[in-house]
């Protein structure tokens, strides 16, 4: 085993991580993972899965109930100030003085982590240049948009180059535009050599960034893998099939919905019984049905002749590589809510 | 699309920038000393405990200076009370003082009670400030951070205390302006200030306590100004004791009030002015100052191992 703070020690290694808050409630059970130096680390999950119980101990701030958690070498337990000396931790919510400037925000972490005082106003300006806010230094961070909050907060969680960096949910809340910029500043961080622990809710951006994800559900590791591997373990190729009426032409529309509804259920049977789809999930959705199946672009045209002998009228179709949408689909058999999604922010679990 | 506000805001930016760094870079003994313990070299270097202290203090204080509202509101209610008191009640109190204190002005019997006043008000600000810490998420940023945590409050606790020891000067400097006298000079100006000091810990632990506890700027506020009249006004603030009702009387003897005022005003007095302790040992207002000060640093001690276990406990577990 590499000793502690070495190089050669992962950046992030969990063991049977649990922790039960005081209240009994369970909140993460059983995770274990390890995440190697330089990685984009992604920690995927719905509301109140545990993500953030998981970076709150990984960041020091909650003691695991069980297991053991060590980061860049040092226990979390037995050593919490060499972890904090060796991360960036950016929380969830917002994190900085609205009563100092964006150049004072950046010092005072500068001074909290000890960075020499010789090196402090560069380490300020190459900070606030990375996340273009040096025109806006000197300016109460009180006034800032929300976008430009973050970055300052982004920022400030640099300081002392850690060689690992937490991110909890950056982007909830932002406008896509603000949301793209931070993606950048992350991938340049990475660039860098920097470990980077990602939580999102977002698909597209654990997608985006990650080269590596982990799925959480209910306090548990669900899946794990590359995006690319995750979306294969999905099982397939989505074939997605539309019907008449169902593109919302101005003809059809009223009174018609029984019909189309019945229309794709009758399609969804026809493809759930459908011989050459053994393994296939089926799905209605808005507009037709969507298929999953190992081999849905060999035998799509099968089935949609199928459906066409069945008096159905196919009036478009489309076989693509399954998203991560899907993953978590069949996942957690449950879509993503992608509108509670953008609204919501996940509260710390009770 | 922000282009031209950005260049707007760059400009605004260089006027004040002068100032800015003036007040956080400016030559500073304790700094340098600081900065020397830390050493050089190196991507980071460890933290000091004193370095700590240091950074926090120096935060609190920007902070204080950013919100000079803070300043004045913990004073002006307190200046309000000095020159209505002395101007609406002058007369009448003044009689009643006389006949325990002869040759006793209002105004000099009166200053004391204020300065202890300014600590109390100013000591509410102290959970005010945590609350915001926890709301804007500085409190968790720091709790992530290397710093020591015990230095970290222990640098904002130096911050407000450092304001408190400004504020009892002015009250103090106002109040001779309005004919008060210090009997003993500059010695037992300074000591009073040092009263104020001690006094308005146990106030800054109870208003901190309150802040981990309701987690809300409002309540804080309210819990804390709630208890601040009654606390004023149930002790030897404005009038002796022996002129008030036997209820108030015993509720005195209880209320730290009553000792972070004697105490004052024994140092401005020059005379053993307590009458909730009797103390004999010692010589002249030494028989209130020392019992006085007893009482208060046991105050601090109590009230502050309360806010110390509630902001470990806050600290170790921010999950509610």
């Known amino acids: 085993m590499a000793s502690p703070g070495s190089d050669e020690s992962p950046a992030i290694a969990v063991d049977g991580l649990e922790l039960t808050y005081s209240d009994g409630t369970r909140a993460v059970d059983g995770v274990d993972m390890t995440v190697p130096r330089g990685e984009f680390f992604g920690f995927l999950g719905p509301n109140g899965a545990g993500k953030t119980t998981t970076i709150k101990v990984l960041a020091t701030l909650l003691s695991p109930t069980a297991g053991s958690v060590t980061v860049n070498g040092f226990d979390v337990r037995s050593d919490p100030r060499k972890v904090r000396e060796s991360i960036g931790y950016m929380a969830q919510e917002t994190s900085i003085d609205p009563e100092l400037t964006a150049a004072e925000n950046v010092r005072f972490a500068c001074e909290a982590y000890g960075v020499p005082r010789g090196q402090r106003a560069d380490r300020v300006d190459e900070l606030l240049d990375l996340v273009d806010l040096r025109d806006v230094a000197d300016k109460r961070a009180e006034e800032f948009s929300g976008g430009m909050k973050k970055r300052l907060d982004a920022a400030t969680a640099l300081v002392h180059r850690p060689p690992l960096v937490f991110l909890d949910e950056p982007t909830t809340g932002l406008d896509p535009k603000a949301r793209n910029r931070l993606w950048d500043y992350f991938r340049r961080i990475n660039d860098r050599g920097t470990t980077i622990f990602l939580t999102t809710q977002y698909l597209e951006e654990a997608d985006q960034l990650c080269d590596r994800l982990a799925v959480i559900l209910d306090g548990e590791i669900v899946a794990e893998g590359s995006p690319a591997e995750l979306k294969r373990e999905v099982g397939g190729e989505v074939l997605e099939v539309h019907f008449e009426g169902d593109d919302g032409g101005e003809g059809d529309r009223g009174g018609d919905d029984g019909n189309r509804g019945s229309d794709r259920e009758r399609a969804a049977e026809i493809a759930r019984e459908f011989d050459a789809f053994a393994d296939a999930t089926v799905e209605v959705t808005d507009d037709g049905i969507a298929v999953t199946a190992p081999t849905a672009r060999e035998h799509g045209t099968d089935l949609l002749v199928a459906l066409r002998d069945a008096g159905l009228t196919v009036t478009g179709f489309n076989v693509r590589a399954p998203t991560l949408d899907d993953v978590f689909l069949a996942i957690t058999g449950e879509e993503v809510e992608t509108e509670r999604m953008d609204a919501g922010r996940e509260e710390v679990q009770a | ?320």
């Open chain 2, 1 to 320: 699309m922000s282009d031209a506000t950005g260049d707007e805001t760059a400009g605004e930016a260089r006027a004040d920038g002068g100032t800015t760094e003036s007040a956080t870079a400016g030559p500073s003994a304790a700094e340098t000393a600081a900065a020397g313990v830390a050493g050089e070299g190196g991507g980071r270097s460890s933290n000091t405990f004193l370095g700590d202290v240091w950074v926090n203090f120096k935060r609190w204080n920007v902070k204080a200076v950013r919100n000079p509202f803070v300043l004045v509101v913990s004073l002006v209610q307190p200046v309000i009370f000095l020159v209505l008191f002395t101007e609406v009640f002058g007369n009448v109190a003044g009689r009643a003082v006389a006949e325990g204190l002869p040759g006793v002005s209002y105004e000099t019997y009166l200053v004391p009670a204020i300065a202890i006043q300014v600590s109390l008000a100013a000591a509410v600000t102290s959970g005010i400030g945590l609350v915001n810490d926890i709301e804007n998420g500085m409190f968790e940023k720091v709790l992530v951070s290397p710093m020591n945590r015990t230095a970290v409050f222990l640098g904002k606790t130096a911050a407000e205390v450092f304001r408190i020891a400004i504020q009892v000067a002015i009250i103090l400097g106002l109040g001779m302006l309005l004919g008060a006298e210090i009997e003993t000079g500059v010695v037992g100006a300074a000591a009073i200030v040092a009263t104020g000091i001690v006094f308005s810990l146990w106030f800054v632990a109870l208003s901190n306590s309150l802040a981990v506890l309701t987690r809300d700027q409002e309540s804080t506020i309210i819990g804390a100004n709630l208890l601040q009249f009654p606390l004023l006004f149930l002790s030897s603030a404005f009038l002796p004791l022996s002129t008030l009702p036997d209820w108030i009387q015993t509720f005195a003897r209880l209320n730290p009030v009553t000792y972070g005022v004697d105490t004052a005003r024994a140092l401005m007095l020059d005379r053993d002015v307590m009458t909730v302790l009797e103390v004999s040992r010692f010589d002249g207002a030494m028989n209130t100052v020392i019992p006085g000060f007893a009482v208060l640093l046991g105050l601090a001690v109590g009230f502050g191992s309360v806010a110390v276990f509630l902001l470990s406990r806050a600290s170790s577990s921010d999950v509610q």
